[in-house]
């Protein structure tokens, strides 16, 4: 399990000064009716787990003995003792042998409960508030006990203009609460285990509250894993929800839709096939140029699984490192390298019961193919330093722009992984190839773009729509999303061929008679240099990959870029 640093910044906090500090277990007990609970740890008291009803944590599970095992705190000691249990207990995902010393962070497993040891210091919550950062790393991590637990929490942004009324918010959280700053006067807070009800209950006191006082506050908020599992889609979307009112409901989902456009005849047999191949089960491998929308077919076959209620996550192979690949993809132990200072979950596990996407999975180092290929055949996992084997159930969909048949040719990718991930094989076709669509996917995108800064969608002029329609889209519908949330940016009431880039404006243009009968090695040079840039952005500026989109050498297509005059990319 991914315990989270319930008070992130109060990690490495000890018991040396009890007058000032208080600990406590965070305990969660993965069975059906039953959540998560606060258990103090006073000095000098044993608190047992167990089956017998005189346990202070009690579970009637097989897997749990009658007095199973016992935390203590002695002046500043904490210590957690296996009380001869049938099954053992685990400190960190290890097996103790009689009595284990504690700290901050540490996770304790006994049968389904997990409890997650937190010292809060006195000295720190003088302050209350935490540092900026703080916020968002804590934000991740109970995003991700919301989805693997299914268990609630509340988030909300607060805007308080006012010392006593932000004192007044502080004063009133729980200790498993955080309240962290943001941006300006807007601060995050967040509350474990409350529901849409009580969340908004809880927030709409603080509100009062503060208001009481004399601060003006404004407020909104929602709820994971309902309202949005990612940090970035969560925060964006109570900044938004925060513009529009003084408490009011956020949600990650736009107020626009965001689905794919089905309109052409391709996409038309591509989706239904979608449909029909979505409760199957079995692995899908979806191909298609760079930018295509494998995304979302990959959304659209887990929407009308069976698995929709459960996870849909998301991993690009082509963006990690092979070691962070692998923990990404199967977790971590405590000490499982340098840095790993706490167990992690990975994605497997995570998507337990949904569905994962493995986007570009063409670019898997071999030894995680290998990997890959054995949760594939055995559906269990096996994190990074540890050795215990951990079952899942998850659907795999993997994406790919390269051509498979041909790095097994090439010795770059396993013919047994291959044969693994093609239950079923779906081919996006590229932007260029299904030209109705064009203009529909840039007024959708207009409109999102619209919504997100709080104006109305602007027309698309005829100029605009002969160059969107003219150009050719090498970087397919994400270099027109992009295309369109610049011109968002530039134009007014109308969209215009003016606010469109340069190489899409240009290619509308009409030819003159000079350049017709002119140098036609430099017509050629035109083409190559506008190949190039295409090539390069459809890639995201990835050399080697643009490279091999133009059939060259990575040396070669430097030595044309400098001969154009197009600087590389920086180095990331």
């Keep these: ?110 049968g389904p409960i997990t409890a997650v040891v937190t010292i809060t210091s006195g000295l720190r919550r003088l302050d209350r508030i935490a540092p900026a950062g703080a916020g968002e790393a804590r934000l991740a991590a109970e995003l991700d006990r919301a989805v693997r637990y299914r268990r609630p929490v509340t988030v909300a942004l607060v805007r308080v203009v006012g010392d006593a ?78 513009r529009t009112g003084s408490h009011r409901r956020a949600t990650t989902a736009p107020p626009v839709s965001t689905g794919p456009i089905v309109i052409d005849p391709a996409m038309r047999k591509l989706y239904a096939m979608v449909e029909r191949i979505a409760d199957a089960g079995m692995t899908v491998l979806i191909l298609g140029e760079t930018g295509a929308g494998k995304e979302l077919v990959a959304e659209a076959i887990h929407r009308h699984s069976k698995r929709r209620e459960r996870p849909l996550v998301k991993l690009n192979c082509a963006a990690l490192t092979e070691t962070l690949l692998e923990s990404e993809l199967f977790g971590h132990e405590r000490g499982a390298f340098t840095g790993a200072d706490r167990r992690k979950v990975g994605f497997f596990e995570a998507a337990d019961g949904g569905t994962l996407f493995l986007d570009e999975v063409g670019e898997m180092p071999a030894s995680l193919q290998a990997k890959l290929l054995r949760v594939l055949e055995r559906r269990v996992i096996t994190r990074v330093g540890g050795t215990a084997e951990i079952a899942v159930d998850v659907r795999v969909v993997c994406a790919t722009h390269r051509d498979l048949d041909a790095e097994v040719a090439l010795g770059r990718f396993r013919q047994d992984l291959l044969y693994r991930i093609t239950g079923f094989t779906v081919v996006v076709p590229p932007l260029r190839d299904r030209p109705t669509e064009i203009l529909p996917l840039a007024e959708q995108f207009a409109r999102q773009a619209a919504a997100e800064m709080g104006r109305a969608a602007p027309t698309l002029t005829s100029d605009a729509r002969a160059a969107l329609t003219t150009y050719a889209w090498p970087g397919n519908v994400r270099e027109l999303a992009n295309a369109i949330e610049r011109a968002m940016v530039l134009c007014d009431d109308a969209l215009t061929a003016a606010d469109l880039p340069d190489s899409i404006r240009d290619a509308s243009a009409p030819v003159s008679a000079a350049t017709a009968v002119g140098d036609v090695r430099g017509q050629i040079a035109d083409v190559e240099r506008a190949a190039i840039v295409a090539a390069l952005a459809a890639e995201g500026d990835n050399l080697t990959r643009a490279a091999r989109r133009l059939g060259l050498s990575r040396r070669a297509l430097i030595y044309k870029m400098e001969k154009y005059g197009l600087k590389p990319p920086p180095r990331a």
């Design 1 to 110: 399990m991914t315990s989270p640093e319930l008070l992130t910044d109060l990690a490495g906090t000890s018991l040396a000064h009890p007058d000032a500090a208080r600990a406590f277990l965070v305990v969660h007990v993965d069975l059906p009716d039953r959540g998560s609970n606060l258990v103090d740890l006073p000095d000098g008291v044993d608190v047992t787990f167990g089956r017998s009803r005189g346990a202070v944590v009690t579970v009637d599970h097989a897997s749990v003995s009658r007095l199973h095992a016992a935390v203590r705190r002695m002046g500043e000691v904490l210590e957690v003792e296996d009380l001869g249990s049938r099954n053992g207990t685990r400190v960190n995902g290890d097996k103790i042998d009689g009595k284990r010393r504690l700290v901050h962070g540490d996770e304790i497993a006994v």
């Design 165 to 242: 009324g932000l004192d007044l918010v502080a004063r009133s959280l729980r200790p498993m609460d955080l309240l962290a700053e943001h941006a300006g006067d807007e601060h995050l807070v967040i509350l474990p285990e409350l529901d849409r009800a009580a969340g908004e209950a809880t927030v709409r006191r603080l509100v009062d509250g503060a208001r009481a006082l004399g601060a003006t506050v404004t407020a909104a908020s929602l709820v994971a894993p309902e309202d949005g599992t990612s940090v970035h889609g969560v925060v964006a979307a109570l900044r938004g929800a925060l």
